[in-house]
């Protein structure tokens, strides 16, 4: 099978990488992560215009017709760099399923817009632990919402939440009575949010859809999307530190040239294609409309185990400089430990993978 990329995804890729570079300098880079909510909305802006966002969203929601494929491309690009943007979930998450799933009117309403970058959509997936779940109760003629999700993406800047409840998917926006929204401090940064849903009122309008269906689609392209995110943190993580490798002197040779510091890169090598792989190998079914859940759980355990030994040898080959939080590499060290664990870490994967082979047929 041919996981090479096609010439609409290296061209969308190059544009993406070209716009990223000339505007996030490392000076631009720190005043936005100096800020409350680690958004930068002039480079927003800039892969708007560049069409970008629209790139690979459905022609008929404003979007240029390209797919999952297209946008795992952008998402590489954008983890090289980690990019203070929310193309994953705006773009890739969020603006997808609604035009997947939405009616007319929420697409126009909501996509369109996300497409030009007017709006930062975003999903709620994520609990607290030992949480009870979100739930949607029927009272009268609408829907009555409550509940709790940690780590929301995007929080502090969203318009819209997309929302799994017990029952169905619901859009949610921060100024609809009894939703609250509140920054949240990660590892990475101030670029999550705790959002509270006390009895929130929605009417049939803000129901995206019920059943399994919409649910897996929202966890598979987050999923995935991590993945490829994932793949350009430690694709570029191993870049500087095979660099650094070259350039640092002990006993009067580069370090990379001692055979412990060498094979540890080599092997952070493997670890990077094998991220690559699985990541293609899973958004590729998905986008054919083929089972992916095995797939899919496979790239996120290599994305989390993969991703934590390339962070941490990068850490470990640049010595005491690597955790020096004004050194460029805690950036992606940082942002390799948050994929790792969002969605479920490396164990959780290997879990979901064993239940679904438990219940196939012997």
Known sequence: MDFSLTEAQCALAGLTRD??????????????????????????????????????????????????????????????????????????????????????????????????????????????????PTVARRDGGCWRLSGTNTAVPAGSVADLFVVTADTAVFLVTPTDPGVTVRPQHTVAGVDSAVVEFDGVALGQDRLLGTGDRIVDALHTRATIGLCAEQLGVAERALELTARYATERVQFGRPIGTFQAVGQRLADAYTDVEAIRLTLWQAAWRVSEGLPATIETATAKFWAADAGHRVAHTAIHIHGGVGIDKEYPLNRYFVAAKRNEFSLGGATAQLRRIGSVLAAEPG
Do not use: N
């Open 19 to 132: 716009i990223v570079t000339g505007h996030l300098t490392e000076q631009r880079l720190r005043e936005v992560e100096a800020g409350d909510d680690r958004f930068d909305p002039k480079l927003w802006k800039a892969l708007a215009d560049a069409g970008v966002l629209a790139a690979a969203l459905p022609a008929d929601a404003g979007g240029s017709g390209y797919g999952l494929l297209e946008q795992c491309a952008v998402l590489v690009e954008l983890g090289r760099a980690v990019a203070p943007v929310p193309y994953l979930p705006s773009v890739a998450v969020a603006a997808t399923v609604i035009a997947q799933f939405g009616t007319p009117r929420q697409r126009d309403r909501w996509v369109r817009p996300a497409a030009t970058g007017e709006l930062v959509l975003t999903a709620a997936l994520a609990q607290p632990t030992g949480a009870e």
